[in-house]
């Protein structure tokens, strides 16, 4: 499967920007998918995960009650909603598609990431 990450921008503090993870070739469906992101000089860190169905979400405890990951199957499109945005929250930001979980090692498939820069 190939995934295509968009949606990122420059925004103020406290703006809010919605990411999109477009997915293309096998069914995407069947994969849990999740969202990372690495700040500069900083590992790759977990943000939010959705189940196949989309009926079941984790997230990190830095963007719970901030962000809400969602997906459409029949778009065959993943959102991220992030919302209050801090400084923080600067980075490029990743979807992937794979067994899921909060470790980047179960997801097979990874999109290009975009960028996320929030302005203080």
């Known amino acids: 499967v190939q995934l295509q990450a968009s949606g990122g921008g420059l925004v103020q503090a406290g703006g809010s920007l919605r990411l999109s993870c477009a997915a293309s070739?096998?069914?995407?469906?069947?994969?849990?998918v999740g969202w990372f992101r690495r700040a500069p000089g900083k590992e790759r860190e977990f943000v939010a995960v959705i189940s196949r169905s989309g009926d079941s979400t984790r997230y990190a405890d830095s963007v719970k009650g901030r962000f809400t990951v969602s997906r459409d199957n029949a778009k065959n499109t993943v959102y991220l909603q992030m919302n209050s945005l801090n400084s923080e929250d600067t980075a490029v930001y990743y979807c992937?598609?794979?067994?899921?979980?909060?470790?980047?090692?179960?997801?097979?498939?990874w999109g290009q990431g975009t960028q996320v820069t929030v302005s203080s």
């Open positions: 992937s598609a794979g067994l899921g979980g909060i470790s980047g090692r179960f997801y097979d498939y």
């Open positions: 070739g096998r069914t995407f469906s069947a994969y849990t």
